[in-house]
């Protein structure tokens, strides 16, 4: 078995993108081309917090030729990369505005079959080797089908490995049936998803349960600009975070996704990883780089995150 407190995470992301970005700076226009989507910004943090990643991903096409050196540069990670035939996805935005706007995108046409074949078995076999396993999405649903989620989440679970799902829809439902140690979500998915009438605390609350009976052991609820909810260990606390003033708000959540991991990964409590992952997401909104954070600014938002008892699960 896998050492638990050794730092390793494997993160699954299926579907990564180019992302390119146009920024002002002062007078002149600036070009920002990177990796991007829900599991390379996940990655981006857990290296920041010190974990070791492991990151399952597929990329090919023109735009993957682009893709896959800029993914290999990630710092302090190991990629385990299967080669597409076919394109990758990608968005530009322009946010010379002050606000993001989309000039066009694409997610990348599906997996096919044998690419799909390869990557499920190494996306396996990396996430026994870690112990600890992030199930990220895709950026469209057409690109991988939510079964495969559900097949993945079961073998690895059959198997000892600790997963954490940052997903909705029907991806979530699919893999809630292997039983999860984390799900994190946020409260407008949770609208969407009809688990939750409207963003009042005791939709959310009643969402939260039901998550917890439907097979997540813990569950992590943010909500924007309000502090988050958490079920841990039959309990459900109010997370109040920082206040801080925000520069982007994408990515947050992604961060919140990562710092539990990775203190989980650590040998940390549920708690602190809750604690440490709320931090992370409060810090990633100062910054327009997503799923970026300084380590120490984490430690120190941390202490100030505060955890109140609201009432048990059950």
């Avoid at 970026?292 to 505060?306: S, Y």
Wanted: proline share 4%; net charge negative.
């Amino acid at each position: 078995m896998p050492n638990m407190s050794d730092g390793r995470v494997m993160v699954f992301a299926p579907a990564p993108q180019l992302t390119v970005t146009i920024e002002q700076h002062h007078d002149e226009p600036e070009l920002h081309v990177h990796p991007g989507g829900q599991g390379i910004w996940q990655t981006r943090m857990l290296t920041s917090l010190g974990a070791k990643v492991t990151l399952c991903t597929a990329a090919g096409g023109e735009v993957g030729r682009v893709l896959t050196p800029l993914m290999t540069e990630l710092a302090g990670v190991t990629m385990r990369l299967v080669t597409r035939d076919h394109g990758t996805g990608w968005y530009v935005h322009d946010r010379r505005s002050g606000s993001r706007q989309q000039i066009a995108e694409r997610p990348g046409v599906p997996l096919s079959r044998h690419e799909l074949d390869e990557l499920y078995n190494l996306t396996l076999a990396e996430g026994l080797r870690a112990g600890i396993a992030i199930l990220s999405g895709p950026a469209h649903p057409s690109v991988i089908k939510p079964e495969v989620y559900g097949r993945l989440a079961t073998d690895l679970r059959a198997n000892g490995c600790r997963v954490i799902a940052d997903l909705c829809g029907r991806y979530l439902e699919e893999v809630l049936a292997a039983g999860l140690s984390v799900v994190k979500i946020s409260h407008e998915e949770l609208i969407k998803d009809g688990l939750a009438s409207d963003g009042s605390t005791h939709e959310l609350l009643n969402a939260l349960v039901k998550l917890n009976s439907d097979g997540a052991e813990a569950v992590l609820v943010s909500r924007a600009d309000e502090g988050a909810l958490a079920l841990v260990d039959n309990e459900i606390y109010s997370v109040t975070l920082p206040r801080l003033t925000a520069a982007e708000h994408r990515g947050a959540g992604d961060s919140m996704t990562a710092g539990v991991a990775a203190t989980l990964a650590h040998g940390g409590s549920m708690t602190e990883a809750v604690r440490t992952g709320a931090a992370a997401g409060a810090l990633n909104v100062t910054r327009h780089g997503l799923g970026t954070g300084h380590v120490d600014a984490v430690r120190v938002l941390t202490e100030r995150v505060r955890l109140t008892p609201i009432r048990k699960a059950s």
